[in-house]
T-cell receptor, first 112, second 116 residues
């Protein structure tokens, strides 16, 4: 099956700085790569996703890049704010949003 | 729009006991998922339903776990008997099969299970 690795496991940044989280995947047939934000005591919430026919996608302060050749994708958050503090998970799937394989998560702390 | 509802939110049991979790998906969502999230890890899919049929249960430990979605709406996940390693958060998610948010998974708050 698919194996998704995520780095770093923890990340602390000053408010206003950028944060980057990286993931690699093993299954070259994977074609859907969502990112989830999980706040304490809540379920994961989709924040952005990208499909394999696109190299980059942006939504306000959040962007995701995909390198299919190298089998890695990254989440970029610019102008970080304290409310961005949470655990972020990447995931990969070969069947749209079905059969998601999640990374191990990155705990992001934004220091005011 | 109401989100995915789960109950109970917390459950503490002793090993070898039984436990059941309930999930009510977003209205109209045909696909329902159960995930197990062990502390410090990402969610792992246990079972996926499309309406009341099982799509994927390849990672469900069938000797002790069972799940059903009899009328294609609510679902229950049961563990019998529980082991210490079953301590985790059990997440339910649902997704529509059509529309602008086709296949996006919406997660509930989860049930935190502690097995002593």
């Amino acid at each position: 099956g698919e194996n998704v690795e995520q780095h770093p496991s923890t990340l602390s940044v000053q408010e206003g700085d950028s944060a980057v989280i990286k993931c690699t995947y093993s299954d070259s047939a994977s074609n859907y790569f969502p990112w989830y934000k999980q706040e304490l005591g809540k379920g994961p919430q989709l924040i952005i996703d990208i499909r394999s026919n696109v190299g980059e996608k942006k939504d306000q302060r959040i962007a995701v890049t995909l390198n299919k050749t190298a089998k890695h994708f990254s989440l970029h958050i610019t102008e970080t704010q304290p409310e961005d503090s949470a655990v972020y998970f990447c995931a990969a799937s070969r069947g749209g949003a079905n059969n998601l394989f999640f990374g191990t998560g990155t705990r992001l702390t934004v220091i005011p | 729009e109401a989100g995915v509802a789960q109950s109970p939110r917390y459950k503490i049991i002793e090993k070898r006991q039984s436990v059941a979790f309930w999930c009510n998906p977003i209205s109209g969502h045909a696909t329902l998922y159960w995930y197990q999230q062990i502390l410090g890890q990402g969610p792992k899919l246990l079972i996926q339903f499309q309406n009341n049929g099982v799509v994927d249960d390849s990672q469900l430990p069938k000797d002790r776990f069972s799940a059903e979605r009899l009328k294609g709406v609510d679902s229950t996940l049961k563990i019998q008997p529980a082991k210490l390693e079953d301590s985790a958060v059990y997440l339910c998610a649902s997704s529509p099969v059509r529309g602008a948010r086709y296949n996006e998974q919406f997660f509930g708050p989860g049930t935190r299970l502690t097995v002593l």
